[in-house]
């Protein structure tokens, strides 16, 4: 009997093909964006645990912007004092302060040119907190001899693949029209943040971009002080400074919370659209057997003439539209899954890696999601099961 029925619903969803794979499609997009999120949370949450870790443990990060919203200082372009930055040094617990500067220019080697992010910072200060709290060390050459030579340091990927020609330790770079010296090439971190820039002093960066004040800035803490105590502390302090009025004073474990909230409105975001994705689907495996109801009204009528009971109607249209749901769910997750393996190898292109795998795929979650696209499918499909399985066979003859 469950073999005649699949047979059944084979041919109905080939007769209606154009109609079903558009149903399907509902399901499909829905069902990928659950996989999608599942298959890459995983990795994006260890992705930016590690990022933070290269920060350090006794290190305080200070930017622009709310620290619930800290995206929209830098994308003002707000920025602070450096004085302001350097004076947060008299606190108690305050080892050093690095004020920091970024900047998008376009980096010419060998005749080739492309644009990418340069980080400016003091070289003696910066160098202890790339060496001592992040354990960034130099693969190759040295660190600049002081802020105001035109000495530039590559990041490990910045160094191999921006350009077709590795970067080599002695070879001159040209930063709008000025020529710079690589002096050092960093060993690979694993981290975007770090394996894909370039280094100068903080005097260098304002003297290519003509201006003045710092980003950001990191600020070390010394050993054994209370690093939320010195937190608090240098709000405090920078409340007093007129330039920027919202600013973000995280610590290491603030840092982590503040991701761990954004990952978490991304997550709700996207699954809000995948829920509607559902409910999309399930209104269109409702629509098209109520339509198959309408078109197939002489069969079912032969059907009960023959002998067909009213639950085995009922079966066949059940069986059909929990099949659609089971089919859009299949290729939900195969194409889920394609797409969340593709994000991963384009994010490794960018430096960004261990974003996917295969091996942090969550297969019972899989089965469960196909298992709910399967019930999604059938419960769509009840009322107009109902109503074919309901109809009297002399009417459903006489239907034109």
């Known amino acids: ?33 659950v996989v999608i999120i599942l298959a890459l949370s995983s990795g994006i949450k260890n992705t930016i645990a590690g990022a933070l870790q290269t920060f350090g443990s006794d290190l305080i990060i200070i930017f622009p912007g709310k620290e619930n919203n800290p995206i929209v200082g830098f994308l003002a372009g707000q920025k602070f004092r450096e004085k302001d930055l350097v004076d947060l040094e008299k606190i108690n617990g305050v080892k050093f302060a690095v004020p920091m500067g970024i900047g998008n220019l376009n980096i010419e080697h060998n005749g080739e040119v492309k644009s990418t992010m340069i980080h400016a910072a003091n070289w003696k200060k910066y160098v202890e907190v790339l060496e001592s709290s992040q354990g960034i060390k130099l693969e190759t050459g040295r660190w600049p001899e002081n802020d105001e030579v035109s000495e530039v340091v590559f990041g ?84 007093k400074q ?20 954004v990952i978490s409105i991304v997550e709700l975001v996207l699954m809000i659209i ?18 198959s109801v309408l078109e197939r009204t002489k069969q079912i009528g032969v059907m009960k003439a023959i002998g067909a009971s009213d639950d085995a109607i009922l079966s066949l249209f059940l069986i059909e ?6 089919v ?73």
């Open 1 to 33: 009997m469950l073999k005649n029925f699949l047979i059944l619903t084979l041919k109905s969803i080939r007769h209606r093909s154009t109609r079903s794979w558009l149903t399907i499609l509902g399901i499909v997009i829905g069902i990928m964006l």
């Open 321 to 326: 539209s929990g099949f659609i749901g089971l």
């Open 156 to 239: 490990h990927l910045a160094a191999k693949t921006f350009f077709k020609k590795e970067v080599m330790v002695g070879d001159e770079v040209i930063i709008k029209s000025k020529r710079f010296k690589v002096v050092g090439n960093l060993s690979e971190i694993g981290e975007q943040m770090i394996d894909n820039v370039i280094f100068v002093s903080l005097d260098r960066l304002d003297s290519l971009t003509d201006s003045r004040g710092v980003s950001s800035a990191l600020v070390k803490v010394m050993p054994g002080a209370n690093i939320n105590l010195v937190a608090q502390q240098i709000k405090f302090q920078l409340s």
């Open 328 to 400: 859009g769910g299949i290729l939900g997750i195969f194409f889920g899954i394609l797409s969340a393996y593709f994000i991963g190898l384009t994010a490794a292109g960018f430096g960004i890696r261990g974003l996917f795998s295969f091996a942090s795929l969550d297969f019972f979650g899989l089965f469960v999601i196909l298992f709910l696209t399967f019930i999604i499918g059938v419960l769509s499909g009840v009322l107009p099961a109902k109503q074919a399985s309901r109809m009297e066979p002399a009417e459903a003859l006489r239907y034109e």
């Open 242 to 261: 007129e330039v920027i009025r919202d600013f973000s004073v995280l610590t290491p474990e603030k840092a982590d919370r503040l991701i761990d909230n």
């Open 274 to 291: 995948a829920l509607v994705s559902l409910v999309v689907g399930a209104v269109g495996i409702m629509n098209t057997m109520y339509t």
